[in-house]
């Protein structure tokens, strides 16, 4: 059994006129909803074993916030190139690549592609994946490589503005 947490990054910045995208860093919102969204999915009692980013720097960043909740090293993210504009082809090679060892993977990257590629994996749909959203399923194997055709069960959705109470 793997778990699958896929993560949009956090609220980035408009704010530098001529920044590439690629370069744009959280903003304080961002700053501040990375961290409470790590505490919540440590709260669900999930454990993390591998965090996978998008090299954009806004990606990184909201990684680098799921690390320290969880006790990784800043160097301990894996940057995949693929993540950054991701299709969902692109997607399913990064899971493929995973080594089996790793249990539970967190993997930050960007809207549109990751909310198309949330979508696809099971009945549940999702519009729009906000900024910090979790989107988290099981899925029923054992091999990365084998994640496009074994079963998949939603376990939750959850983002910063979502009310708990």
Same mark, same amino acid.
């Given at each position: 059994?793997?778990?699958?947490?896929?993560?949009?990054? %956090? /609220?980035?910045?408009?704010?530098?006129? #001529?920044?590439?995208?690629? &370069?744009?860093? $959280?903003? *304080?919102?961002?700053?501040?909803?990375?961290?409470?969204?790590?505490?919540?999915?440590?709260?669900?009692?999930?454990?993390?074993?591998?965090?996978?980013?998008?090299?954009?720097?806004?990606?990184?960043?909201? %990684? /680098?916030?799921?690390?320290?909740?969880? #006790?990784?090293?800043?160097? &301990?993210?894996? $940057?995949? *190139?693929?993540?950054?504009?991701?299709?969902?082809?692109?997607?399913?090679?990064?899971?493929?690549?995973?080594?089996?060892?790793?249990?539970?993977?967190?993997?930050?990257?960007?809207?549109?592609?990751?909310?198309?590629?949330?979508?696809?994996?099971?009945?549940?749909?999702?519009?729009?994946?906000?900024?910090?959203?979790?989107?988290?399923?099981?899925?029923?194997?054992?091999?990365?490589?084998?994640?496009?055709?074994?079963?998949?069960?939603?376990?939750?959705?959850?983002?910063?503005?979502?009310?708990?109470?």
């Amino acid at each position: 059994m793997k778990t699958l947490l896929l993560i949009r990054h %956090a /609220k980035s910045s408009w704010d530098q006129a #001529g920044l590439s995208d690629f &370069d744009r860093a $959280l903003n *304080e919102r961002g700053k501040n909803d990375a961290p409470a969204m790590a505490k919540r999915v440590k709260e669900k009692e999930i454990e993390l074993d591998h965090l996978v980013s998008s090299p954009a720097k806004r990606a990184r960043k909201t %990684a /680098k916030y799921f690390a320290e909740e969880f #006790g990784f090293k800043k160097e &301990d993210i894996k $940057l995949v *190139e693929g993540l950054y504009g991701a299709t969902q082809s692109e997607f399913l090679q990064v899971i493929r690549d995973i080594k089996d060892k790793y249990k539970t993977v967190a993997l930050f990257s960007h809207n549109p592609g990751i909310t198309d590629f949330a979508s696809s994996l099971t009945s549940i749909r999702i519009e729009n994946m906000p900024t910090c959203s979790v989107f988290a399923l099981k899925i029923k194997t054992d091999n990365w490589n084998d994640f496009e055709s074994a079963e998949k069960n939603f376990l939750f959705f959850d983002y910063p503005k979502n009310s708990l109470d």
